[in-house]
């Protein structure tokens, strides 16, 4: 994937955006960064918008074919990336009174990687455990 900053993803949904719509609209684009990341893909690929094309995957019950090969063969957490996705398709929800606020999303992402640690310091515990028990 080659690094850029997204046009098309990032601009607004709405035509005339009220000030208290900015900030659902800021969650919009940091959902659209987080499927960037976890798909591999930008936000405008072969003509199809990422937001839609992850939506309908999703929808279809594919969801691992929406990750990047690359994440899963480095050995990333698929129960964490899924956990990512779900955020951030809560972030793109068309309707932006829907949208999470970004608060939210920083409380929910650190949950998840919370969780993500206290699994990896059990997992370690237990093969320390392993070990000594030879």
Partial sequence: MEPCISKYGLMSTVGNIQEHSLFKEDTY?????????LTGR???NEGLDLASWVLAVVSE???VEVFDKSLIREGA????????????????????????????VALSIRAII??????????????TRSFIDL
């Fill in 61 to 63: 019950e594919w969801t």
């Fill in 29 to 37: 684009a940091f959902g659209v960064i987080l499927l960037e990341l």
């Fill in 42 to 44: 930008t936000v405008l």
């Fill in 114 to 127: 919370e969780d993500d640690e206290k699994s990896m310091d059990a997992s370690e515990l237990s093969v």
């Fill in 77 to 104: 957490s698929e129960e964490r990336m899924v956990n990512v996705l779900q955020v951030a398709i809560k972030c793109v929800n068309k309707s932006f009174e829907a949208r999470p606020n970004m608060r939210h």
